[in-house]
Nanobody, 120 residues
Framework: QVSLVESGGGLVQAGGSLRLSCRAP???????????LGWYRQSPGNQREPVAT???????TYTDSVKGRFTISRDNSRKMVWLQMNSVKPEDTGIYYC???????????WGQGTQVTVSS
């Protein structure tokens, strides 16, 4: 069974916007809040890298290349996390993976990935 389910990927022109969604259907709602959620990206020939993370407290981190363009957010009651991607660039192309890390249970769950392609 899948722990995390992503959606929202697709083809977008440079300068456009895309919103990725990730839900956690198997996670108990009462523990979802303690997980650090993140979006990672893997482009052809490269390793998977973190794009943005959001802790249970709401604090966020972003890789330098997306600061000011991407926004990560979460809704604990709905067990969901989003990545709003604005002013996208061709170098944003890749497979985007949703991740949930739990420091208490030491779980580390991944989604199946969603493809984002930015055309120039």
């Amino acid at each position: 069974q899948v722990s995390l389910v992503e959606s929202g990927g697709g083809l977008v022109q440079a300068g456009g916007s895309l919103r990725l969604s990730c839900r956690a259907p198997r996670t108990i709602t009462s523990v979802f809040w303690q997980k650090t959620l993140g979006w990672y990206r893997q482009s052809p020939g490269n390793q998977r890298e973190p794009v943005a993370t959001i802790a249970g407290s709401g604090s966020t981190t972003y890789t330098d290349s997306v600061k000011g363009r991407f926004t990560i957010s979460r809704d604990n009651s709905r067990k969901m996390v989003w990545l709003q991607m604005n002013s996208v660039k061709p170098e944003d192309t890749g497979i985007y993976y949703c991740n949930a890390k739990d420091e208490v249970t030491k779980s580390d769950d991944w989604g199946q990935g969603t493809q984002v392609t930015v055309s120039s």
